[in-house]
């Protein structure tokens, strides 16, 4: 039966790259994704490619690339990633820049473009908001960008025609595990079944070394060995969508039964009806067994039939934030922080200051919790303690107040205040609405390292 290894090389943007390419060079994979894309990611990146229209993709693209390109000289592995985030075309116009440098005579790199749906927002105002239950008109705020979860069927057509690296915008993340399953195994878009399965594994894979025991550990209660060298997944997978999950030999993290149900579960509200531009997968009636160290066999999973619409996230502009954080430490440090508190409430209140929200911290004492349970947990003499205070406004102007006020206490008292801060975030949220899927138009461009022409084409249909 044929079987094919996929390997995850990141699970967020700003993930470590050296156990992708130790997955590149030891892993026996046919491919490795790269899932670097979160909904606020792209509305940065739409943000910075408005400033410069040939940025966009992922800042640490070209440090990854930079890697993945020498790893690749002698492993014919292909990479699909999201790294594209609202500029794929200029990311693979890069990729192949750094490919020619590195002496790269073949190497076709496709990009996948048509999730951006931002210069037609206009037709969806009326739409309500998931978050919110109102309509998309009513978002206070400057919109930045809008994309849609877009599935896999830029991916497999380029697979189709021979791409060696794949960049794609918005794809959902399962999807970059699922469109080389489908082309490999020739899987009909209408096998539900299938497909709820291959989007078992790309949800596997998607957060890299969360499965292998990065985000399962705690100490004392789950323990997991070597995390300073967590090494991440690859999934075996044959044609029926069934798989064994594993990790390189000599790599930090573990693979367990343990360690895969937690990540099958991760941001699952309904396991029976998970959500995904290509299919509704079913994860209610998996298997999950052990086959060894470090080698889980999985099983089970389903679907039905995809919505017809696709998740777009619209990002825009919210509102700044204003931060201050101060430390005190000694015997006294938990009364000079609740003192420092009191002059700034009525300092903000002197200076007028105007804020939608505030909020004060008194970190590793209330921060996570609020007083109500932080007071029953605290036990002893707290030494040492930081104030933290944060605002919600409409202006940086407001913003600056905040963390000015903060690092005045150094010398308006209370004594011993040390390590100010401040800081000014400009906030990007997410409104979620739902389009159909016939209002998308999916285009795949190419481009090869032994020729300077550039094509693009829509894809064909995907049967199986």
């Known amino acids: 039966m044929k079987q094919i290894r996929i390997g995850s090389g990141a699970g967020y943007g700003g993930d470590r790259i050296e ?42 693209f070209e440090y990854r690339f930079d890697k993945i390109l020498d790893a690749l000289k002698d492993h014919k592995v292909k990479v699909i990633t999201n790294m594209g985030a609202a500029n794929p075309e200029s990311a693979a116009v890069r990729c192949l820049e750094m490919a020619k440098e590195k002496g790269f005579e073949k190497l076709k790199i496709a990009y996948v473009k048509g999730d951006d749906i931002g210069d ?112 991440f997944p690859m999934i075996e997978v044959d044609e029926t969508g069934n798989g064994i999950i594993t990790k390189l ?32 997968a079913d994860f209610s009636k998996v298997k999950i067994e052990e086959a060894g160290k470090d080698r889980v066999r999985i099983s089970g999973a389903s679907g039905k039939a995809p919505t017809g619409n696709y998740k777009t996230s619209v990002g825009y502009h919210d509102c700044y934030i204003g931060e201050g954080q101060i430390s005190y430490g000694g015997g006294n440090a938990v009364a000079k922080a609740q003192l420092a508190k009191e002059i700034l409430e009525k300092r903000f209140e002197k200076i007028g ?31 040492e303690v930081r104030l933290r205070v944060v605002a919600r406004v409409k202006t940086i102007a407001e913003a600056e107040l905040v963390g000015n006020e903060v690092e005045a206490l150094y010398t308006n008292g209370p004594s011993g205040g040390g390590g100010a801060t401040k800081n000014i975030k400009d906030i990007v949220s997410i409104a979620s609405i739902f389009i159909p899927v016939e209002d998308f138009t999916i285009s795949v461009g190419y481009l090869e390292a032994d020729n300077k022409n550039k094509q693009e084409s829509q894809p064909s249909p995907i049967y199986g």
């Not at 390419?21 to 490619?49: H, M, P, V």
């Not at 930045?144 to 021979?162: E, F, H, W």
């Not at 039964?257 to 998970?274: A, G, R």
């Open 19 to 60: 156990p992708a390419i130790d997955l590149i060079e030891r892993g026996n994979l046919d491919y490795i994704i790269f899932e670097c894309l979160a909904e606020r990611t792209i509305s940065l990146a739409q943000k910075a490619k408005q400033k410069n229209p040939e940025l966009g993709y992922n800042e640490l």
């Open 120 to 231: 037609r927002l206009g037709d969806y105002l009326d739409y309500p908001v998931l978050e919110t239950g109102g309509s998309l008109s009513e978002i206070q705020g400057e919109i930045l960008s809008a994309n849609g979860y877009i599935g896999i069927q830029g991916i497999v057509d380029a697979l189709r025609n021979g791409a060696d690296i794949i960049i794609t915008g918005r794809v959902a993340d399962p999807s970059l595990a699922l469109g080389p399953l489908v082309y490999e195994f020739g899987w009909s878009m209408e096998d539900y079944d299938k497909l709820g399965k291959g989007t078992w594994i790309g949800h596997l894979l998607e957060c890299a070394g969360q499965v292998t025991g990065g985000y399962f550990a705690d100490p004392g209660y789950k323990d997991v060995p070597e995390l300073w060298n967590l090494g």
């Open 249 to 280: 030999p000599g790599t930090g993290g573990m693979v367990t039964s343990e360690t895969v149900k937690e990540q099958t579960l991760y941001e699952i509200q309904d396991p029976e009806n998970y959500f995904t531009p290509d299919v509704i």
């Open 353 to 383: 200051l105007v804020y939608d929200e505030i909020r004060f911290d008194f970190i590793g004492m209330n921060s996570l919790y609020g007083d109500s349970i932080s007071k029953q947990l605290n036990s002893g003499n707290i030494a």
